[in-house]
């Protein structure tokens, strides 16, 4: 398979013959919209929407030594993850740089599936292959092994509880169990990047057209409709939720992303990055890095990655994603800006928008929060 054919998921054929919009994304075919990027960022919002993320890059870790190694190899503290429990965490560089940000699932006491990026899978499961030397574990690139199906919304605990026999009142946020969905075997997670309650299924790809089938006749009575990626985007910038190559790169370490508290320098044994990344928090302590922030426009223009933040002519940050927010009816931004123009309510930034400043009210993140 040559590398500039793009990769298809598992169904890939329903995409299709629901209409979707589709665009490539980290080398695979993803379904960008079925209609109206509005309505189905609303769906999630109100009601329910179902993802096709079979895209991300599952990586198994096992062996006596498998919490050793990720330990050694991410910057969290992965041994007092509970079996059945997930972590966010991240994988840096010596230096420091973010390689990526990660979800690490412990499904047994010796068993972790990593989940990266699609974007950086292989550049995930390299530095795992190559950090693993020395332990007794095993790296496995499970990527084929695996369909991603997810559904998030408040209605998605009803629809799934009508279709596995899991206890889903029992899991909780950031957690995942084994079970059944429409009568197939599935890890059943519930992470989500959507700001909603919701839930992602592992399963396998040969199953995966079967349970998108269930969840779509399970939920369309209570307006489930299938998403694609485009409103994923605009409802993780509402949550405020990190996006690997906007908010986080190689050039930021996990205190210049004010995420440092992923960081766990209490834990045993070297890491790899300790040694930069103490010295990224001193730095951070004596001299504060720029500040992610919100920006709520009070124009009709969007700001798009890259583009300044200013304030009385100066340049203060730098937009790292923005869109028109379907929810609060206006377009936002997240920046990274001076520690000086970073408190909610600051006057006077704007974003240079093609030589015009256009005005911008800072606000803390996220945009929007779901009521419990």
Not at 48 to 75: R, Y
Not at 95 to 114: P, S
Request: aromatic share 6%.
């Amino acid at each position: 398979m040559s590398s500039t054919t793009p990769r298809l998921t598992a169904l890939d054929a329903l995409h299709r013959s629901l209409g979707a919009t589709m665009t490539d994304f980290a080398g695979w075919d993803m379904p960008l919209r079925y209609g109206s990027e509005r309505d189905e960022h609303l769906a999630v919002r109100t009601k329910a929407g179902l993802f096709d993320l079979s895209h991300m890059g599952e990586i198994t870790v096992t062996g006596p030594q498998a919490a050793d190694l990720l330990a050694f190899a991410l910057v969290g503290n992965i041994a007092t993850v509970g079996v059945g429990r997930a972590r966010y965490t991240m994988i840096c560089q010596e230096d420091g740089g973010i390689l990526d940000d990660l979800i690490v699932y412990r499904l047994a006491e010796h068993e972790f599936m990593v989940v990266a990026n699609a974007s950086n899978a292989q550049v995930v499961l390299d530095a795992l292959t190559a950090r693993a030397a020395g332990f007794d574990a095993v790296v496995r690139d499970d990527r084929d092994a695996y369909a991603l199906i997810a559904v998030q919304g408040p209605e998605s605990p009803g629809i799934l509880a009508s279709l596995t026999d899991a206890d889903l009142d029992g899991l909780k946020y950031y957690a995942g169990l084994p079970g059944t969905v429409a009568g197939v075997p599935a890890l059943i997670a519930r992470t989500g990047y959507t700001g909603e309650d919701g839930f992602e299924l592992f399963v396998a790809p040969a199953d995966a057209e079967k349970v998108w089938q269930a969840l779509t006749d399970a939920g369309t009575p209570v307006g489930l409709i299938p998403c694609g990626l485009s409103c994923r985007d605009t409802l993780r910038l509402e949550a405020g939720m990190p996006l690997y190559g906007h908010e986080l790169t190689t050039s930021l370490t996990p205190f210049d992303a004010g995420l440092g508290r992923v960081v766990k320098f209490e834990k045993e044994g070297d890491f790899v990055g300790r040694a930069a990344l103490q010295d990224a928090a001193e730095r951070a302590e004596q001299n504060p890095p720029r500040v992610l922030v919100g920006l709520v426009a009070e124009g009709r223009r969007v700001p798009r990655a890259g583009y300044p933040v200013v304030s009385g002519g100066q340049v203060v940050g730098e937009i790292t994603s923005g869109a028109p927010s379907p929810t609060l009816g206006k377009p936002i931004a997240m920046a990274y800006v001076d520690a000086a123009h970073a408190a909610p309510g600051t006057t006077g930034v704007g974003v240079d928008i093609r030589g015009t400043h256009e005005p911008y009210e800072v606000v803390a993140l996220p945009f929007y929060k779901r009521r419990k």
